[in-house]
């Protein structure tokens, strides 16, 4: 639940679907198996927290960005 209409009593809330979270989420869970695996085949490297992660970080920072403009849509066109 996010408050996109605070002035009001009692203040509306609009809620983020499956399309919103869980599906953009599991991809960019999936980018960072992916990385993970791509290093480790190819370099032999067993430490992941010296990994580089490009895809993880690119698909992570889409995400992210995504998910500001669905709240800005949402609070400028007053319809979630």
Known sequence: ????????VPPK???LGLGDIVIPGI??????KYD?????TTTMVKEIHKMATPYFN???S??????IITF???V???HP
Do not use: Q, R, T
């Open 58 to 60: 690119w698909c992570f």
């Open 72 to 74: 800005v849509v949402m």
């Open 36 to 40: 993970i695996d791509n290093k480790i």
């Open 1 to 8: 639940m996010f408050p996109y209409n605070w002035l009001e």
């Open 13 to 15: 809330f609009s809620m």
């Open 27 to 32: 991809f960019v869970a999936l980018c960072l």
């Open 76 to 78: 400028v066109f007053d």
């Open 62 to 67: 889409g995400y992210v960005f995504g998910i």
